[in-house]
């Protein structure tokens, strides 16, 4: 198994970041080969607590049910 790694500095508050993570309609616009987003369940803050993307890339098609747990704007699991 090959692995890798990268770094990237992000000039942004940790609330914009957070805000990008939880905009799964928009995950299309910026993440290649996402088809499409949704979130199938939001917190009292509207941040998803369950959603799912569509992944295209070839002929790899995936649908990925992801869960959240939010902890601020500090970290996200």
Known sequence: M???SAEITV????AAVMAVIADLPNYPSWSEG?????VLQAGADGRPLRGRIWVGMGPVNEVCDLQYTWS????VD
Do not use: F, L, M, S
């Open 72 to 75: 601020g704007d500090e970290q």
């Open 34 to 38: 996402v088809v499409a987003g949704e």
């Open 2 to 4: 090959e692995a890798t």
């Open 11 to 14: 000039h942004a508050t940790p």
